[in-house]
């Protein structure tokens, strides 16, 4: 039985990657293969994987959810948008010298007002004058991981973002997919890797430590999925074929699991508090694409139960002395998971 503790590792400040590469598919790659680890470069992917195989790509897109303003009193404010509830509301952060009430208003960005809801847990309701989307978009700033040190400017709003990023709602970017370009991706239809989506609206809470050591007691974020009808058929084509599903993203996984717990993968969207530990059978993904995760976080428990826990703390210090690049601007790992479920679950 784990314990929060056993997902501790000491990481030295400069291996946190503060700013991504001049090119996306320029990243090493750890390929971890059982207990084997192999240093390679992230453009070899396309010769790790075969024809036939399914990549599942994680299309969200970020919002530009960060906004700082001003309340009634003159007080200052920061908002963080968790989630769009509809073309006018959101669920927030709100960060205040004193927490704001219903009904008040709040001047975000000196561009337009909201007015505050009620509270729920950590968030508050927020209604916008507008159009919600439209008012992100024109006013808000790119809300870059608190472990990055600068502000985002025009390069990260570009390198912040999947290649193949559509569907606006995540709070941070699925990682994994920032070190594909189209080149990249070219390449790897034109060896017959096939590909499908799935949109998983990252929320803040991925950053978030758990704080409890004994892991069953850990509340787990929700985060809002849906995994389309051809997504399904792909991934029922791939394994009636004997090829991988891979998927690009711990996001990417948490979609395809939370929609496999009934033991078949199903279609349609949905609310997930999934949490992943050792000891977890997966029933759909095969193969994962991810970068390396923050001390006592939730991810690194999930890739701890997708590859081993013994050999994924044997590729972390590995990753440590070899210099790899870490968190969201850093380098990848490619693992095969160890837990499959069994033949009913193809």
């Known amino acids: 039985m784990y314990s929060l503790s056993d997902f501790d590792f000491i990481l030295p400040p400069e291996r946190i990657a503060q700013t991504p590469l001049p090119e996306r598919s320029a990243s090493r790659l750890l390929h971890l293969d059982g207990a084997a680890i192999v240093d390679r470069q992230f453009a070899d992917i396309v010769d790790l994987l075969a024809p036939g195989d399914l990549l599942v790509m994680n299309d969200t897109r970020v919002l530009k959810a960060r906004f700082f303003g001003v309340k009634e009193t003159g007080g200052n404010v920061e908002v963080l948008v968790e989630r769009v509830l509809d073309n006018r509301t959101v669920l927030a ?16 960005a000196d561009a337009f007002d909201v007015t505050t809801g009620e509270r729920a847990g950590e968030f508050f309701t927020l209604t916008f004058d507008g159009d919600v989307f439209e008012l992100i978009e024109a006013h808000g700033r790119l809300p870059l991981p608190p472990y990055i040190d600068h502000a985002a400017d025009a390069f990260d ?12 709602g995540a709070v941070a970017a699925p990682t994994a997919g920032l070190h ?6 070219d390449r790897l239809a034109a060896k017959g890797v096939q590909s499908a989506t799935v949109t998983l609206h990252v929320g803040a809470g991925t950053f978030q430590p758990v704080r409890v050591e004994v892991l069953a007691e ?43 717990q009934s033991g078949q993968l199903a279609a349609g ?28 976080s939730t991810l690194l428990m999930l890739v701890s139960a997708f590859a081993g826990y013994e050999e994924i703390r044997a590729a972390y210090a590995h990753a440590i002395a070899h ?10 790992m490619l693992l095969t998971t160890q837990s499959l479920a069994g033949p009913d679950h193809a």
Not at 97 to 108: D, F
Not at 180 to 185: R, V
Not at 281 to 296: A, C, E, G, S, W
């Open 218 to 260: 850990h509340n787990m974020h929700t985060e809002w999925y849906t995994v389309p009808q051809a997504t399904v058929d792909a991934v029922c084509a791939a394994r009636a074929r004997g090829n991988a599903v891979v998927a690009v993203g711990t996001t990417s996984l948490r979609a395809l699991e939370s929609a496999s």
């Open 180 to 185: 594909f370009d189209q080149a990249l991706l």
């Open 157 to 168: 709003e570009t390198r912040y973002q999947t290649v193949y990023s559509k569907a606006p």
């Open 323 to 332: 210099d790899y690049r870490f968190f969201s601007y850093g380098d990848a």
């Open 93 to 108: 952060q709100v960060r205040a010298s004193k927490s704001p009430k219903p009904g008040n208003r709040i001047r975000l």
């Open 269 to 296: 969207s949905a609310d997930t508090a999934l949490f992943i530990t050792p000891g977890y059978r997966f029933k759909t993904v095969t193969r994962l694409i991810t970068n390396f995760h923050l001390p006592k």
